[in-house]
């Protein structure tokens, strides 16, 4: 290319407009002189795509960007003539912009520079306007980079120039997005204007929406819709699932079904909707690089090994798993973290987390919360009896934990996610198959653990109901399954009322399997005119049923299932539709009826259930068809891994840091919906809907792995802030952190004193009335820290030395009779070790922290050798605790016990022992 064919070019790139800007553009740093003289000057330059809400370095060739300025004199200067120059730097070679608006090659000497504006009167900020709007990839500047500079001069100074010393710089991408390509070839005329803008219009049916898209006929309508879509996916909470569900119909939507989901327009429709998604999280922040996570450095293989270690297998990596990680790529780490979900540690893991959302332990200790002595007889040797109140217990305890146990044997047993709802069976243990039968044999009758496949058989339903000596309970029932959907404890737990008519159990459906809460899809009216409706609301009154429209038939779907869950447990055994509905004047039950006349359906979407007696098995299919079943199940367990709930999308663009803010939640929900496209497609090769892989996806990602920054600027500081490796244990992932890395169990008596003593003080929940885990460290939470620290440090030292050398976790490099003064070597080394168990650190012996430790090891061996310390290790002044220690070490005539407690204690004091 000429230089006159690139001056030429760059022309008509950066027309020059002036303006009065609206927004603060950033400030250019390194104002200087060409005498070298400081001033007060300042400079302001940069690249926004949103009219200066945000700017950015990194813009694909398709956005129209504008290039905002400002040059802002000293103060002296302010009111007296002067020139405005703007230089543009592309590749080798300069070009000035010249009072004409050309763009001239400049040849680095100030007599031949010339200026953009001459001879003005200099204001206190002179504004200017680059350019305005303009697709780079469209004149040609597709594929380079480039830097700006200012600078002004004055009579004021004569022979002085004030200049940027640090430019503003640009990229452009290569070529316009993917998604971009996707969207002019197959989404513009086919869908957009061909199918939605009937709606999607001013003045349509859909003008109240976000996504309101112009005729064809309009000036620049191809970029115009685009921006619209992608301003939707960016923002709108759930905007991925929601914009491919809607258009089937299958979300509340005022037209329709719009695509169908068999047709290629809706292939289409899926892919540019995958690539607008993977286009938003490259390009990233705009308000700082072209990536969020360009400034962290990741955990390495075998440090991301060790937390995915002790999340999943409750257990530090053994030394072969770490030498299978060393300088390992993704692919071979991605295999060695898949092998540790195996084990009692793994089912845990899976138990908790699930019941995090389903909460079903809150019923375990009480078993007629979930199970009725008269359709259960099983159940009724434990009925108002003060026998077998062991074997109640555990009763309640295998009912609650059903479901629980459902997920587990659905993901270690490698089968698809999908049977969770779809099983036709329900997970029995030898207790809990006392009241539900299912005619199975166990091994060993008193396992609890022992968990099999089974079917409820002892259930019936009434001819007549109620307490009464005439009432009948002998119609036997053919339980039908529909995995967790039909689960006793799942329906206990999320119980319905005769006005609820199962609502909610629609509403934690949606929100468990989908991700989608109901609650959240409109805004409630607090109009008390538009409340006053009581002609049926919640299918006549438009501010109700934007959301009931979506949940009710769904509801209608559990509608065999009564308020406490029990089957058809109404007279008869037909419905479970209660007496004040079947009695009501005027009488809307009619003989045959399972579900509520003044109530929509049952179904899901725009499809109804076509069988009542099988409607929640057909719900289920549903469920696992849909769309967004995928990224529904990477939402619910995302926390379990991450250790936070996903980013809500920001609301208010106004905010200082919304786009930072918005930057954040784009980049962690392609993350999720790639997750989610990985899961549902069976990537890994281990089959489709396989939960094991998408929690390896979790771990492999930047959210779990980022680990520190070399160098953080306040953007990516709000961009960052909820990401890293800080993930708080719960009292139970702690407690078995602690077992595994120092082979100490801290308990009072048989109760563990983490998982049960303080478990709610230290953030866990019983289900119940605290259903939310604490996710940061409180005060209290710190007290039982300290209380952790004091209680097991002695015994932990006691017990460890009492083991032969090579058994030991803890001190493995040392005696008691290695002392500071004969061989401090040795001490140091064993401090190394102690970091590297306890805290994950691989540190050398001449580490600050590690000096630090030394010095704390050695002080208070001074001060207990100076102040004549008996050998006998105390076990109330000292609180060295021996009862359930097996061959503790009881006496320290060196002084070097009491000396390493203290150093445990500090150690498991630290952040990094009670996070991963």
Known sequence: MSRNTTATIITVALWFFSSTLSAQVPQLAQASTATGQTTTAKFHAGTTSNAGSSYGTSFAASVPISILAEIRPESSHVNRVGNLYLLVVLGSQTY????????????GTVAKLKPLKAGKTLLAIEPITVVQNVAFGTVGMAGTSLAMYLAYDTVAAPGQLYYSGAPMSLTVQTAVSASFQLFSASIATPIIQNRCIACHVSGGRAAGTPLVYVPSATANSLQINYDTIINYLKTAPNAA?????????????????????????????????????TDIAALGSSSSSANIFSAIVKTNAQETLRKAALLFAGRLPTTAELATVANANDTSLAVAIRKLMTGTSFEKFLMESANNHLLTKALSTNLFSIVDQLR???????????????????????????????????????????????ADYIMLNPYSAKVYGGNLTFTNPTDVNEWRQGKITEYYRCTICGQAANASYNLATVYPHAGLLSSPAVLARFPSTSTNRNRARARWAYYFFLSVDIEGLADRTTDPAALADTNNPTMNNANCTGCHDIMDPVAGAFQNHGDRGFYRDQPGGLNSLPGSYRNATPKLFQNGDTWYADMLDPGFGTKLAPNADTSLQWLAQEFINDPRFGYGTVYFWYSSVIGRD???APENPEDADY??????????????????QRFVAGSAGNGKHNLKDLLVDLVMSEHFRANSVTQMTSIQAVELEEIGTGKLLTPEQLNRKMIDVTGFNWRYGTVSALESTYGLIYGGIDSLGITIRATDLTTLMSSVVSAMANEVSCSMVAQDFGRTQSQRKLFPNVELTTLPTTNPTAIRTNIQHLHRQLLGEELAATDAEINATFTLFQTVWNARIAAKKGSAVNTTTEVCIFEGLVAPVRTDANQTLRSWAAVVNYLIRDYKFIHE
Do not use: C
């Open 646 to 648: 996903p980013y809500a």
């Open 241 to 277: 699932s929601l914009i491919l569900s809607k258009p089937k119909g299958l979300s509340s939507h005022l037209g329709g079904t719009v695509l169908s989901a068999s047709s290629s327009d809706f292939a289409s429709w899926s892919q540019f909707v995958s690539s607008s998604l």
């Open 376 to 422: 259960y007889p099983g159940s009724l040797q434990y009925y108002q009896t003060t026998n077998n109140r062991t074997e109640r217990t555990l009763v309640a305890e295998a009912l609650a934990d059903e479901p629980l146990r459902l997920i587990t044997n659905v993901v270690t047993n490698e089968r698809p996610y999908t049977e969770v709802l779809t």
């Open 659 to 676: 786009s930072s803010k918005l930057a954040a939640y784009s980049t962690e929900q392609t993350m999720l919906q790639s997750v989610a």
């Open 96 to 107: 000035m912009q010249v009072t004409s608006g050309n763009f001239e090659l400049w040849d």
